[in-house]
């Protein structure tokens, strides 16, 4: 392992003990469903993904939440603790990682009446018979047996853990999981010896302690929560430290607390900490994202260390960098949650901005060419600047050509809302500095004619794509696209209905925009549920602040039509309803479609061509970052078995189907 320098300020990169470990600093990768696992158990996957943050030095990972019993498995891809064969896997990750000098504990979990397993589930099992409303689980009270179960459950889970190398056990009790449920007095309407709030989670404790003495022994709480608050001082003789989060499962509000994406503030868990410093070392975890916030928060005493959680997500080299004083090279996370989108949709975990995370064993870092070449890339959107920084990182050069006056595309457009501006923002940073080198040319047509007057080797096509334009007569009313109201073109008209195809978050962005401008706004959703492609965390926080903006839901409603002012709304299920919405204008979030004539004038030229991101169907920022680092790999001569493996990449996390 390097040694870590002391060249970065004070705090973040001091040792700290933890019961009977040392971390090298105070950097924490805390616990994260990678679903890189299969039958319960970690793959080579799940190795390469830790390996990749241990080699990146940061001080502790806490590996994901991990079952202590069959019945507390929260999906088909939860880690199995209590199965014997989970000690070979805890040894193959704890051989990866610890030579780095990181130090490797494991979460201990039960989800009692929170699943989010498809059939078959195991019944849920909670402290009382109450339904929990995000997942729709409708719990049974677990006997007293079952309970006496559960307990030699931890403790069982927290010596396999030991024999499999692992040094400390997190006890989950944070998010409204098994343990939070006994102590929150709604939820426990239990009559036995279990009534009394925190004694299971004593119980529990106690029982992991005498099992596994010589582990590092913390438990998780949330920091919003009072309950919660009300028995960290019950806990600080008992534990080697306390770690706290915020959110909790069970509500559409709170889940979003879990991973909290912005307009979220950053350090935002900075504010909840004081009830939790009862003793033991604070870890604390919520949008820290900046080292030098990091440390400046440590200074201030909010905690003992802090979870980077999604910070090392995007960037596992952040320790490093910021040991060997490059802060400034951080990839930053750009808070747009599409790591969690993955594990909600049950996918490996992947990273929107970095394309390697959850690839570390298949998509391998630029490599410098000896011979470079010079690479066109058009469209400086995020697939344009992916490109461009693969290509840039491999020594070639490279010429972007960019209609608009600024690099950014889509992403520069949302940042016009709040529900935007902070990703924007970081991304913007983030390809500043990785584009830094290339010559580009804003405000520039290009024409098949203009790129072959450049001679290039190869050409990246990046153009991205334009709203849908319905075939509708609308005839009386104003209409205006809702990226024209990102732009700051906003209707004339005060009253507004914005016919929102249901599907992005571009309605919702308009309609903020418009409520803001103080236009009386009503959002026409034609979906079964709103922003439907939107990651359900970022939705939550929409929905509350357009409905405190004061902006009117219509459900289920698809515009037909306008005449005299009135705007004629079809039901989606069933068409013979008509509904009317009067409005002085109407603002178009129907969808979009590929800007893609370039290519094939290109091709005709004889020049190769790669497209990227939305010019091939307008997809995620995600596919855009991703198919932009790729098509420069092919394009600008990346290693051949990258090639052949990128069409196979994501069909599994399984390395025996890649090769077979
Ligand atoms: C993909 C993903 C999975 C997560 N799984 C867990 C988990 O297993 N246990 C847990 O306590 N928290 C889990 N979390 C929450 C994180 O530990 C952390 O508290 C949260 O991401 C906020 O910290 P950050 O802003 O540093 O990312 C998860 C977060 C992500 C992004
Ligand atoms: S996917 Fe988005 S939120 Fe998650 S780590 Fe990457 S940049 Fe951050």
Not at 53 to 80: F, K, N
Not at 217 to 231: E, M, N
Not at 471 to 497: H, K, M, N, T, Y
Not at 510 to 533: I, Q, R
Request: hydrophobic share 45%; net charge negative; with cysteine.
């Amino acid at each position: 392992m390097t040694a870590v320098p002391r060249a970065f300020p004070g705090h973040l990169l001091s040792p700290l003990q933890i019961g009977p470990v040392e971390l090298a600093n105070r950097i924490v990768s805390t616990a994260h469903q990678t679903t890189l696992v299969h039958e319960h158990l970690p793959t080579e996957d799940f190795v390469a993904y830790h390996e990749a943050r241990a080699r990146g030095e940061v001080g502790l990972i806490v590996l994901e939440a991990t079952a202590v019993h069959e019945s507390g498995l929260l999906t088909g891809h939860t880690l199995a603790g209590y199965l014997p064969a989970i000690v070979s896997g805890y040894r193959t990750v704890a051989r990866a990682v610890k030579p780095h000098g990181t130090r490797l504990f494991v979460q201990l979990f039960h989800g009692g009446r929170e699943q989010i397993a498809s059939p078959p589930r195991a019944p849920a099992l909670a402290p009382s018979a109450v339904p929990s409303s995000r997942f729709k689980v409708e719990p049974r009270a677990a006997t007293e047996e079952e309970i006496d179960e559960l307990v030699a459950g931890y403790a069982r889970a927290a010596e396999l853990a030991g024999e499999g190398g692992i040094e400390g056990v997190e006890i989950s009790a944070a998010h409204n999981y098994l343990l939070a449920q006994f102590f929150t007095p709604e939820l426990n309407r239990r009559t036995d010896r279990w009534r009394a709030g925190p004694a299971l989670l004593l119980a529990v404790v106690d029982a992991v302690r005498r099992s596994a003495p010589e582990l590092a022994l913390g438990v998780r709480l949330s920091a919003d929560s009072a309950a919660a608050a009300s028995v960290a001082p019950l806990l600080a003789d008992r534990v080697d430290y306390l770690s706290v989060a915020l959110g909790e499962s069970s509500t559409y509000r709170g889940s979003s607390g879990i991973v909290p994406p912005p307009p979220v503030p950053e350090n935002v868990i900075g504010a909840h900490t004081e009830p939790f410093k009862v003793g033991p070392p604070l870890m604390a975890t919520s949008r820290i994202v900046d080292p030098s916030e990091a440390d400046r928060l440590l200074g201030s005493g909010v905690a003992d260390a802090l979870g980077m959680t999604r910070a090392l997500i995007a960037d596992p080299d952040l320790p490093r960098k910021v040991a060997e004083g490059r802060s400034p090279e951080v990839l930053r996370c750009i808070g747009c949650n599409a790591c969690i989108a993955h594990y909600h949709a049950g996918t490996p975990i992947a990273c929107a901005q970095n394309s390697r995370t959850g690839r570390e064993r298949t998509l391998g870092p630029p490599e410098l060419v000896t011979s470079p070449r010079r690479i066109v890339v058009v469209g400086a959107g995020p697939a344009g600047l992916a490109a461009t920084a693969e290509a840039l990182a491999s020594g070639h050069e490279v010429i972007v050509l960019e209609r608009a006056p600024q690099v950014g595309g889509q992403v520069k457009l949302a940042g016009a809302a709040p529900g935007h501006a902070e990703l924007a923002r970081t991304l913007h940073l983030n390809y500043e500095h990785l584009t830094h080198g290339a010559d580009l040319r804003l405000e520039t047509e290009a024409s098949a004619e203009l790129v072959a007057s450049l001679a290039p080797d190869a050409v990246v096509l990046a153009t991205g794509a334009r709203p849908y334009e319905p075939e509708l007569d609308l005839d009386g009313s104003e209409a205006v696209q809702a990226w024209d109201v990102l732009a700051g073109r906003l209707p004339e008209g005060r009253r507004v209905v914005v016919a929102d195809w249901g599907g992005d978050a571009t309605g919702f962005d308009a309609a903020e925009v418009l409520a803001a401008a103080d236009k009386s706004v009503t959002l026409a959703l034609a979906s079964v549920a709103a922003g439907e492609g939107v990651h359900q965390y970022a939705r939550n926080l929409y929905l509350a602040r357009l409905c405190e903006a004061g902006v009117r839901l219509v459900h289920h409603v698809e515009l037909a039509g306008a005449a005299l002012g009135r705007l004629r709304f079809r039901n989606l299920f069933s068409p013979e309803l008509e509904v009317e919405l009067e409005a002085d204008a109407v603002v178009l979030a129907l969808g979009r479609v590929p800007v893609d004539d370039l290519a094939p004038e290109l091709r005709a030229l004889g020049l190769p061509v790669e497209e990227a991101g939305d010019c091939r169907s307008p997809r995620s920022l995600e596919e855009a970052i991703y198919e932009g680092t790729l098509a420069s790999r092919r394009v600008a001569g990346g290693r051949p078995w990258t090639q052949k493996l990128s069409s196979l990449l994501r069909s599994s996390s399984n390395p025996a189907e890649l090769f077979g």
